[in-house]
């Protein structure tokens, strides 16, 4: 591993906002809402303000996860600590993207702007060059460095956006925002989507937080001020420029804010305008690589990548080789000229990435409840759910090549991830279990709630109940539902005490007759349990239940003859009677395991024993204790928490012990842990 050097923490709260302001404030202002008058028309205005709103549930959850775990690399640090490798490194890589994208799109549009005003002609990709030597030198010598050059730039651009906002209010016309809605509403979510990028700079600081003296503070409040901040100015700026401009000549200007400037003011609008747009470009361009270099730092630091990436430099302590790589990613995406495109797929790694960081509020509080929160998300865990409905609502409205190129791109980045050995390792690990774990659920949905009929309601009849309407959390643990339980017994006095004991429906008669049988209701029962003392009647019963083609049946004897002939008839036989009520919950609630062991007739039997009072093994090593050859303690429960069973373990009083082994070996076992003192 390269020795790691510590990062300095000096930038207070206005460093921070700075950071947010910068990659927040961007060109986007400058530039797209043209492309939103051309989509939507005036109602544009609302766009911004809507987009301003939905954010809020990310910030949110981007404040209580940035003041938890203030480290270099953002979103991918959040994930790495709360969601497994494979999740935290795509969250790292779909971060990089969006910001190495966003920073791109950035130097594109100020080599453009310098082409169209300064130097008619020049190469837009020899500006960009420059460009990114420039701030990546800056960004060299420490985010402190880069962000005095930015707040200057951020002020110069916040004065011409206000002062221009300002000025214009007077110049407002009515009739230009008449029709509001020219063309309807059905576009509003896609122009949502197309501004998207203007609302995460706040993201930024986070990446920085290894850097902000007092995290837990700073940077909760430095994402909430560049939200708020941001939004009134987008909001305003935008209602000015769609006021004093008919959006339909608005919507014919690549630079609308420039064409804007100088409708109002004349030449030193023009100058103004290209100002703000070369001062927002350069801002938002050192800000977002400076940030990507960080996320870069990251995934070298935890061996996603290559560890030469998360070498800091000895003398300024910054990432200078993943700032190096970050920079020629930029020189090669700025050089292709296309601004929509770049802009388009930053956007896929912005929104994807976002998603999961929302959703990654929840496994911080249920895997680290511990850990100490500064700020705390309201409303939990509705909040990080807004958050991620409102993050990839956003997704199928982006452009169609976005998803193109963004889907060669993941493809890439599970070739990084998966050409390290333990990175695979973990993800077939992950695949396995994720594979149980489906079968499991497709199984339980399988599983219906079970309309049990137990006839006879004497001690065996009601030991059986006893298991299946159980509650208690070791129970439900292999339970899809309590089971709906309903009674036929014949004695008028017990049907009252079982009246009194389960509330559940008892119909008073002989349950061997096939008369009663229908009243119940064929299409009311899913399983017939016949549980008489006697095996006679509960031959009789099963029998009567099969002529009634009931599918599943389950009959209690303890003579061995009958077991030929109830199966015969597909009638399942229990015919352990120590295990009985143990013995038929398996069979409704695990039917696959019920199946493996071949419950009582077969190779193997699972067995729950409750220890009594005075037991001769209570006090008791389970390796002193003589279990029969061929059986053993698969598990003990106590006080409704599992105990894993060794030799040093005790046997005490109301132990749940689980036994597992040949129907005979466990009846000696159980005759054993019955005996007492």
């Not at 199984?443 to 030991?463: E, T, W």
Request: glycine letters at 8%; hydrophobic letters at 50%; a neutral charge.
């Amino acid at each position: 591993m390269p020795e790691q050097i510590s990062v300095k923490r000096n930038m207070g709260l206005f460093m921070a906002v700075m950071i947010g302001i910068g990659a927040t404030m961007g060109p986007g202002i400058f530039a797209l809402p043209g492309e939103l008058a051309h989509m939507i028309g005036p109602l544009g205005i609302l766009v911004y303000l809507a987009m301003g709103f939905l954010t809020v549930f990310t910030a949110l959850n981007y404040s209580e996860l940035s003041a938890a775990i203030p480290l270099a690399g953002g979103g991918y640090s959040f994930t790495s600590r709360t969601l497994n490798r494979p999740v935290a490194f795509f969250t790292g890589w779909f971060f990089w993207i969006g910001n190495t994208l966003a920073c791109s799109m950035y130097a594109l549009i100020f080599a453009m702007t310098i082409r169209a005003y300064f130097l008619p002609g020049a190469n837009i990709a020899l500006i960009s060059l420059i460009t990114t030597i420039v701030f990546a030198a800056i960004n060299l010598r420490g985010m402190k460095e880069a962000i005095i050059v930015i707040t200057i730039m951020n002020l110069v651009e916040l004065v011409v956006l206000v002062g221009v906002a300002v000025l214009g209010c007077t110049d407002i016309e009515p009739p230009n925002l008449e029709p509001f809605a020219p063309m309807g509403w059905g576009p509003f979510v896609p122009a949502m989507a197309l501004i998207y990028i203007s609302y995460v700079g706040f993201e930024l600081i986070s990446n920085a937080a290894e850097e902000i003296i007092e995290p837990g503070k700073n940077i909760p409040r430095a994402i909430l001020i560049t939200l708020g901040v941001s939004t009134v100015i987008y909001v305003f700026v935008v209602g000015v420029m769609m006021g004093t401009v008919n959006y339909s000549e608005l919507a014919k200007s690549d630079i609308p804010f420039i064409y804007t400037a100088e409708r109002l003011f004349g030449a030193w609008g023009l100058w103004a305008g290209i100002i703000a747009t070369i001062m927002a470009s350069l801002s938002a361009f050192s800000v977002t690589l400076g940030a990507s270099a960080r996320i870069l730092y990251a995934l070298g630091r935890d061996e996603h990548f290559p560890t030469i990436f998360a070498r800091l430099h000895p003398k300024f302590q910054t990432p200078h080789i993943a700032l190096c790589v970050c920079a020629l990613i930029v020189i090669i995406f700025s050089s292709s000229g296309i601004v929509k495109f770049v802009a388009s797929l930053s956007d896929f790694g912005y929104l994807m990435g976002l998603g999961i960081i929302n959703y990654a509020v929840i496994p911080l509080h249920r895997r680290m409840p511990n850990l100490r929160r500064p700020f705390r998300t309201i409303l939990f865990p509705w909040i990080p759910y807004l958050g991620v409905v409102t993050t990839w609502m956003f997704v199928p409205a982006l452009e169609t090549r976005s998803f193109i190129l963004g889907g060669i791109l993941t493809l890439v980045g599970s070739g990084i991830y998966l050409f390290n050995f333990d990175n695979r390792a973990e993800v077939i690990k992950l695949a396995k279990t994720h594979v149980k774990s489906l079968k499991l659920f497709i199984y339980k949905l399988r599983r219906m709630r079970m309309r049990v009929l137990i006839i006879s309601g004497g001690k065996q009849g009601q030991n059986i109940a006893d298991r299946l309407m159980a509650k208690d959390e070791y129970q439900m643990m292999f339970r899809s539902a309590e089971h709906q339980v309903t009674f036929i017994e014949e004695d008028g006095a017990l049907c009252k005490e079982l009246e009194r004991r389960y509330n559940v429906p008892i119909y008073q008669g002989d349950g061997t007759k096939r008369e009663l049988l229908r009243q119940v209701g064929i299409d009311n029962i899913d399983v017939v349990i016949a549980a008489f003392e006697d095996d006679g009647r509960n031959v009789i019963a099963a029998l009567q239940a099969r002529e009634l083609k009931l599918e599943k049946i389950i009959a209690i004897v303890q003579n061995q003859e009958y077991t030929q002939l109830l199966e015969q008839n597909k009638v399942q036989v229990v015919n352990a009677p120590w295990a009985t009520a143990a013995m038929v919950e398996n069979i409704l609630d695990n039917p696959v395991l019920a199946q493996l062991f071949e419950f009582g007739i077969g190779a193997a039997s699972l067995l729950e024993v409750s220890v009594p009072e005075n037991a001769k093994v209570t006090g008791t090593l389970i390796r002193d204790v003589d279990i029969p050859k061929g059986c053993l303690i698969a598990a003990i429960i106590r006080d409704n928490k599992f105990v894993v069973p060794r030799g040093t373990t005790t046997i005490e009083v109301d132990d749940r012990v689980i036994f597992i082994g040949p129907a005979s070996a466990i009846k000696k076992a159980f005759d054993s842990f019955m005996l007492k003192k």
